[in-house]
């Protein structure tokens, strides 16, 4: 345990420029792009008078889910093509450099040093980004306060719903949990691929992806394949809920319909197995592999 500690560890200390950096950027853009949107927009333009009374914690609770969701966007995307670059170059870079044999000379097995890695991809990097998410939803909450109390309309008693600012967090992490179990054959099939590549992990990633589509394309009816890749990353983009999480009516209609759900899961389930196979495929490669 200790020695899978230290790997984590060195992962971070590796890693955590891009982890956080970029993320932090993301979000010093957002703000910069809400203020100056309220400078355009908000100033010099004459606004009625809103009665705040009118929202009560449901209507708040829109408001928030909305705000947070839709600034958590761009987080996302950026995540995932963080875990990807690192999925594609965390186990061929230290074959490129050679440090592979100073880790090898190490009373460390493959098999910890991979699974650091998918740990570090599908924990680390989305906490990071959570993190960041978080402070740049909470300066947002400040900064439109504010803009809209010097404007005149005091949305304090709207935005500043502890509970609900806290259980809208729960649920982005939820749905970030649920995006990670959806991706994670993608970002298993990039570590195969870092882990067996002489050169250019993109290419030998995503060469083999468009064949199988072009096969299923011309020779095939049934496009199971291209169901499984891009529906996966269709139910990740889906677990995103920027729409009417409040609608309950719908959200029992889906559960009147368990059979339906079940069988979209079974792509998270193959895609689980999947996964194994291919973070298996690439410990296996790490002992075989010639440096």
């Known amino acids: 345990m200790r020695t899978f500690i230290s790997l984590m560890q060195r992962e971070w200390w590796e890693n955590q420029s891009a982890f956080m950096r970029v993320p932090a950027i993301v979000g010093m853009i957002l703000v910069l792009a809400a203020i ?14 809103i009665d705040t009374s009118q929202f009560n914690q449901q209507a708040s609770s829109v408001v928030i889910h909305m705000l947070f969701y839709m600034s958590g966007i761009p987080f996302i995307f950026v995540l995932w093509l963080l875990i990807a670059s690192y999925s594609l170059s965390c186990l061929y870079d230290d074959r490129r450099d050679k440090s592979i044999l100073f880790w090898n000379s190490l009373p460390i097995s493959q098999t910890e040093t991979v699974l650091s890695k998918v740990v570090t991809a599908l924990i680390v990097a989305p906490i990071c980004t959570l993190i960041c998410m978080i402070i740049t939803q909470l300066i947002l909450l400040i900064v439109g306060t504010i803009i809209l109390l010097i404007i005149g309309l005091n949305f304090w008693t709207v935005f500043w719903h502890p509970g609900v600012i806290i259980s809208t967090w729960f649920s982005q992490l939820a749905a970030l949990c649920e995006q990670m179990l959806w991706l994670l054959p993608w970002f298993a099939w990039f570590m195969l691929c870092s882990a067996y590549a002489k050169k ?11 064949i199988i589509l072009l096969i299923e394309l011309f020779f095939s009816q049934h496009h199971y394949f291209a169901h499984f890749a891009f529906g996966n990353i269709a139910h990740a983009m889906g677990a995103w809920k920027v729409g009417d999480v409040y609608n309950k009516q719908a959200m029992l209609v889906e559960s009147q319909i368990p059979f339906t759900l079940a069988k979209n899961y079974i792509y998270m389930y193959i895609g689980w197995l999947v996964s194994a196979i291919c973070i298996i495929g690439a410990i296996a490669t790490r002992f075989r592999t010639e440096t």
């Open 200 to 210: 250019a992990p993109f290419i030998r990633a995503i060469v083999p992806i468009i």
């Open 36 to 49: 100056l949107a309220f400078i355009a927009y908000g100033i010099g333009v004459h606004i009625n008078a």
